[in-house]
């Protein structure tokens, strides 16, 4: 293997490039979203079903096609963007953020347009001698979505700082991995390979501890000390000034179905089982959907903490004061932080 897995999943995502790169530029009636993976995007998948953002664009006097394109990774989403392959990204705060930074200013500036909500993100080990993080050794490798550059990869940084003291952010980043969430899982759960531990997002956190030879190292809540929304969907403003229905059309359809997927779990788990043609047991992704640290809001919160360690340590140039700073003003009037 032991980076054949990594290789597939990268493979998969660079497939898609040729056929992106020769995407022209789109304009007012056009949408094009990108995804990854995960019951976080569950009000992408009911915004899909129900073509929500084609009645939103219906009731604003335009009909909107809606495109749909799976990627894995925030590098490969960012690339995207900016060659203007596709209108709405969706991706980790980290990526975001390292996006906006190299942005601010250009034509190609990118803000917010919602959260995904605020769910913690695990990260599992079937390392039984790894209690804590100063537990793992070179003989250890961490799976994540980006090495080094992803929300999960943020989060463990994070984390090395706090255990290790300042300096020592990376101490941990030789022991990670690249892989999509669906073959980390499947790397994890077979204790076969190199793979002894795992940065996840549900559910697929939630459907490795149902084995017993997997177990929580930590949460992220843990390290931010509260609820932080960790993926994010995002555009840039020339879109949103060029495009002004169509981005109000899919803003509208994202608060709906966020709020939907709120009221609605076991409806929403039958879709997200559906659109993403999941194997999973329909009341098991219900339960993820329930579970009591996930908050439903388009509100990004925990965010500047985010900011203020990837400024800490390099990553950023920019230092927000606010979350304002790097979001739409359709979310300003709310409570973010």
Sequence with gaps: MKTRRTVLGLAAALALAPALAAAPAQAEGVLRIAQQFGTLYTPFHVM?????????????????????????????????LLAGNIDIASAG????????????????????????????????????????????????????????????????????EQTFGPGNAKKLDALMVTLPH?????????????ITGYL??????????KDPK???????YDIFGGPVTPTVAYATVKFRQENPKTYKAFLEAFEEATKWVEQNKKEAADIY????????????????????????TLVPLGTLKFADFMNRIGAIKAKPTSFKDFTFEDLHSASGS
């Design 273 to 296: 089982v559906k659109v993403e043609k999941s194997k999973l047991d329909p009341a098991f992704v219900a339960e993820v959907l329930s579970d009591p640290d996930t908050q439903y």
């Design 182 to 194: 669906p073959d980390a899982t499947a790397a994890l759960l077979s204790g076969s390979t190199e």
């Design 214 to 220: 997997i177990h929580k190292v930590f949460s992220s």
């Design 48 to 80: 899909k079903e129900k073509g929500l953002v084609e009645q939103r664009g219906k009731a604003l006097g335009i009909d909107i096609k809606v495109d749909w394109i799976q990627l894995s990774g925030g590098s490969a989403v960012n690339d995207a």
């Design 93 to 160: 705060i980290g990526p975001f953020l390292t996006l906006w930074d190299k942005t601010r200013g250009t034509s190609n500036e990118v803000k917010i347009v919602g959260a995904f909500g605020a769910q913690p993100n695990y990260l599992l080990t079937n390392n039984p001698n790894v209690k804590t993080i100063k537990d793992f050794t070179e003989k250890d490798k961490i799976a994540m979505p980006v090495a080094g550059v992803s929300v999960q990869a943020r989060i463990l940084q994070l984390a090395a």
């Design 200 to 209: 996840s997002n549900a559910p697929f956190q939630n459907h490795a501890l």
